[in-house]
């Protein structure tokens, strides 16, 4: 089976910092990873996924995610915090032949100060 | 219409009630799903259908009964609920093609349970 791990369930940046949104992954074959974020009172959104190919993914809203198999890693990084990029995130793992449905971490609030 | 819609949004039942929560989705995907958002909880899978069948059941108590009569409506029908089963349900779809589980879920904007 599949899993992840968000470390830090609050994150706080100054407007214009750096977001680094950390996720670990668990998996025993080739994982597909994801990121979607999810707005008060909305459901999720997805921010990009990773399959096959490139290593680095670009998503919506300025954000990018890196995927290391080495570090089974899979964080999630936007130069410069808006505002509106408070929100709760969340990492989530599926594999081929897993099912369809993905595994989902415990989330991220992200809070932007001005 | 678009995406996935849920309905009601919010919901209060008392724990000898029945209702049912509903789920749409416009999107002509061949998958639903059913997951519970807990406070500093991990989103809980409960149900997938796939063409109208289920697939998955994640050990989820009998006091909570999915129904998928097409591949374009989920429902979950609720039964003798705990407090403890107060939550957000989210709804999801997806188009699943193949063997692959690199499909993207798109999700409602979920509906909030409460259990007195």
């Known amino acids: 089976a599949q899993s992840v791990t968000q470390l830090g369930s609050h994150v706080s940046v100054s407007e214009g910092a750096l977001v680094l949104l950390r996720c670990n992954y668990s998996s025993s074959v080739p994982p597909y990873l994801f990121w979607y974020v999810q707005y008060p009172n909305q459901g999720l959104q997805l921010l990009l996924k990773y399959t096959t190919g490139a290593t680095l993914v670009k998503g919506i809203n300025g954000f990018e995610a890196e995927f290391k198999k080495s570090e089974t890693s899979f964080h999630l990084t936007k130069p410069s915090a808006h505002m509106s990029d408070a929100a709760e995130y969340f990492c989530?793992?599926?594999?081929?032949?897993?099912?369809?449905?993905?595994?989902f971490g415990k989330g991220t609030s992200l809070l932007v100060t001005p | 219409e678009t995406g996935v819609t849920q309905t009601p949004r919010h919901l209060v039942m008392g724990m000898t009630n029945k209702k049912s929560l509903k789920c749409e989705q416009h999107l002509g995907h061949n998958a639903m799903y059913w997951y519970k958002q807990s406070a500093k909880k991990p989103l809980e899978l409960m149900f997938v259908y796939n063409f109208k069948e289920q697939t998955e059941n994640n050990s989820v108590p009998s006091r909570f009964s999915p129904e998928c009569p097409n591949s374009s409506h989920l429902f979950l029908h609720l039964h003798t609920l705990q407090p403890e089963d107060s939550a957000l349900y989210l709804c999801a779809s997806s188009q699943v093609a193949g063997i692959s589980g690199a499909n993207v879920l798109t999700f409602g904007a979920g509906s909030r349970l409460t259990v007195l």
């Open positions: 989530a793992v599926s594999a081929q032949n897993s099912g369809y449905a993905l595994n």
